[in-house]
């Protein structure tokens, strides 16, 4: 693009509305974490770390009972917890993918929602560890899976894809916080500055390490990004790669299919814009953040929603061609009975969630209307719940002996478990919305039209060449 | 000696004033400047004369060492130190390696980048002579862009590089001195 055509695109779609300068972003997103804690907050705070309880003393019950008090059964090994799991850390995938992927290319949108969808990404993941971690049943021993030297002599077995699954989502968990917090730092030095109270100065100043702002600073900030980007990038594809070969290198009809990396990668990318889009609604809404992330936000998220959902129902569908195609008995079984069986309820809650919903975002009024999009946001993340219920449950039900198929239904503790996960997860992030800047505000004053040298200097052109 | 000056440090108005300025800071052949800015401006490392930051070939190297050192590490546990057959898989099964060699080079490389940037930009470091000046601290993080000339520079000497700063454009032209209240 040379730059008139740059130009013109700058002004005709100002991603930054309402004439903002440098200083009324700064003021705009600082003052959410300067002023009074509102009793809305309060009140969501209060029921979202309730709901944490629940899910600590759900976990407390269930280090001292052990596994059993969960609805797993003989063939139905396991349930929910690596049902929210994947689904947990499918969430994250959202944040990584706009922090990085979208840093690569170049969409300069990204701006206005990646800290908070870089936080969600964190928090997300936090949710899926804890499930992994319960579900190993002696959760004491759960060191076994660090590849440390050990009295026994022993080591982890790195021939298995669930101790692949710890390194990729525990890199990916230490990546996305090093990758979050190298974006903070110039934030947290704004903060630091406009710091009033003791206990402000105080721990802004620890955490913005004495940040400056002079050049020979960000140039190496810059390139520490970019590298942390690329970094990153590549984990968007790898990690639910890497947890769908938990399902794929298993021999259980329905599991076994060259499609899961692809499969899941897109499905994750999917319910992880559905997560970020609903609470960037609420956090928009609430904070009156509506000039900074704007509709072409919005809507920019309703196509990748609508794109990575058509992608997941192709999916679907290939998965019943090939089953077919395959001429394995056991396999036509498999989806047959997923999507006509005894979780017939399940397969076709998905479907509709998944495929038959994200259809409208082809309309461009429904795109841009905020209700809908809600809405939608929330049936994608229903759906994809249940994508991950479906492939899990109906592929154990039904093993290869009739004589062990048995029915799974879910526990109290089950539940407990699942809506405690949210708790956490809406713990985690009001706080952060309540005390860090939630929209990167250096990042975004880098996109105003006026951060650009060449802006209103017309006359004089040529410089630094 | 308390009135030791110890930086200049001069305002300026907008991005392209502060490009313009850094051009004429280099020429004038001082090396101990820096351009603050609330967000990295576009063209400023070609205007100040910096170079490309080093940071990327550490980390390459890092990536390197530690893609071969765990698969190296997962071959040795499983078929020299540990050997025991799982699923009749071959000891030394080297395509299962693959995952955690990437998980950890992509871990280490990423603490490196992180490590080594804090080394290079020399944070942290929470004290600093420009945080003396209030119009600095108030200002550098929000909307500020400044020039400042450091004063081990060979060339400083306050009241000149003050005239400099001024013919220029700066404006808000302070000289940095040790504020006696902190």
New interface residues.
Partial sequence: MNKETEAVYDYQVPLITGNQTFSSITDRISSITESKTTKEWLLLFGLASSLMLLLFGSIGYLVWEGTGIWGLNNPVGWGWAIVNFVFWVGIGHAGTLISAVLFLFRQKWRTSINRFAEAMTLFAVICALVFPGIHVGRIWVVYYFFPIPNQMDMWPNFRSPLLWDFFAVGTYFTVSLLFWYTGLIPDLATLRDRAKTKIRKVLFGIFSLGWRGGNKQWKHYELAYLLLAGLSTPLVLSVHSVVSTDFATSVIPGWHTTIFPPYFVAGAIFSGFAMVMTLALIARRVYHLEHIITMTHLENMNKIIMVTGMMVGYSYSMEFFIAWYSGNPYEAYAFINRAFGEYAWAYWIMISCNVIIPQIFWSRRLRRSIPVMFIASITVNIGMWFERFVIIVTSLSRDFLPSSWDYYSPTFWDVSLLIGSFGLFFTLFLLFIRHLPMVAMSEVKGVLPQANPHHGHNGHEGESK | MSEKVLAVLAEFK???D???A??KVKDQGFKKF???????????????G?K??P??YV?GVVAVISVIGMFA??GW??AI??P?V??G?PLF?YQ??G??S???M??L???V??I???V?????????P??YSENF??K????GFFV?IEADDPQFEAEKTKKFLESIGGKNIELVVPNEED
């Avoid at chain 2, 290079?120 to 600093?128: A, E, Q, T, V, Y």
């Fill in positions: 907008d991005p392209a502060l490009l313009h850094a051009e820096d351009c603050h800015s609330p967000f990295p401006i576009h063209g400023m490392d070609d205007a100040m910096e490309r930051s940071l990327g980390v590490f997962q546990t499983s130190d540990y025991l799982l699923s898989k099964s299962a390696y995952v955690a990437w998980a950890v992509v871990l490389s990423a603490i980048t992180v080594g940037m804090m290079l930009i020399g944070l942290p470091r929470f004290h600093h420009l945080f601290s108030k550098v993080n929000d909307d400042s």
